[in-house]
Nanobody, 111 residues
């Protein structure tokens, strides 16, 4: 059974950075198809980034140029590096793999 565990969230000031982690277990052999989502209070869930195949990664326009996906295959962990954070980035962030979801990690951007 696939298991995803996010971590790395917290409180950060505007303009700051955070790196979220999505630790995987349960036999994932490739991060192709892994997605990062976020959901802010009272808003619909938003797709932040999708790792398709190889170096083909798609980012939401709202985070393009500020967020970057990376991974450590040995650790079976995917990362979401977030820079130049804005209050609008405040949300619970989730990783998702073909319908398997983590529990989410809270990111709050506030002064």
């Amino acid at each position: 059974q696939v298991r995803l565990v996010e971590s790395g969230g917290g409180l950060v000031q505007p303009g700051g950075s955070l790196r979220l982690s999505c630790a995987t277990s349960g036999g994932i052999v490739s991060f192709n198809g892994m997605r990062w989502w976020r959901q802010a209070p009272g808003k619909q869930r938003e797709l932040v980034a999708v790792r398709l195949r190889g170096d083909d990664i798609t980012y939401a326009d709202s985070v393009k140029g500020r967020f970057i996906i990376s991974e450590d295959n040995a650790e079976k962990t995917m990362y979401l590096q977030m820079t130049s954070l804005k209050p609008d980035d405040t949300a619970v962030y989730y990783c998702e793999y073909y319908g398997w979801w983590g529990q989410g990690t809270q990111v709050t951007v506030s002064s």
